[in-house]
């Protein structure tokens, strides 16, 4: 398997927030957009700043989604992260983030 990859991710507002956090993961997951090459199964390290925090999180995952580039539609290319069971913390404040509108159908970058 590919080496870990580390990226950034700044969501500095709650429905662009709503728009990348995959509630149907087990664990959460989150959408990176990114032009770069990932493999489904590849283990990244990303280094995450929520909607009022002030500091960045680091979280652990592995690619779950890739959009590739020239994707169709309004997406996005980038791809999916699924949390690890080490980053519940960052799970339990995004969903207290999106308290109340997970159910909502919104439109996401990847469903």
Known sequence: MAAQKALSLTIQEVPTLLSAYMPVLERGGIFVP???????????????MLPGDAER????????????????GRRVPGIGIHFSAEDQAVRDRIETLLAGQLDKGAPTYTL
């Open 34 to 48: 990114t032009r770069e090459r990932y493999e489904l199964g590849q283990e990244v390290f990303l280094l995450l």
């Open 57 to 72: 999180v680091p979280v652990t995952g592995q690619v779950v989604w890739v959009s590739p580039e020239g994707v169709a």
